[in-house]
Nanobody, 119 residues
Framework: QVQLVESGGGLVQPGGSLRLSCAAS????????MGWYRQAPGKQRDLVAS???????NYADSVKGRFTISRDNAKNTVYLQMNSLKPEDTAVYYC?????????????WGQGTQVTVSS
């Protein structure tokens, strides 16, 4: 099993910045992608950003130019640098890991961290 530990959430004013971290441990071999999703009250869980082991990234249109995802493969850790935060960024952010072992894919989720953007 893969265990995910998230950190970095909190309360920030509009225009401020936060950096989220997610460290994977346990059966960490075979991880091919890590990413961040978010879910606001009354809305579905949506992809924010993802990154593969090869460095390919993908961003939601709403965060392009403001958020940056990065990965430290040696530490099995993914980061989300969030700048120019807006109230609509308020949500619970979930770390996600994609893993393939002997051809079998699986997903793992963190417990979520609250990000609140409010003045």
């Amino acid at each position: 099993q893969v265990q995910l530990v998230e950190s970095g959430g909190g309360l920030v004013q509009p225009g401020g910045s936060l950096r989220l971290s997610c460290a994977a441990s346990g059966s960490i071999w075979g991880i091919y992608a890590m990413g961040w999703y978010r879910q606001a009250p009354g809305k579905q869980r949506d992809l924010v950003a993802s990154i593969t082991s090869g460095g390919s990234t993908n961003y939601a249109d709403s965060v392009k130019g403001r958020f940056t995802i990065s990965r430290d493969n040696a530490k099995n850790t993914v980061y989300l640098q969030m700048n120019s935060l807006k109230p609509e960024d308020t949500a619970v952010y979930y770390c996600n890991v994609g893993r393939i072992v002997v051809g079998i894919p699986s997903d793992y989720w963190g417990q979520g961290t609250q990000v609140t953007v409010s003045s």
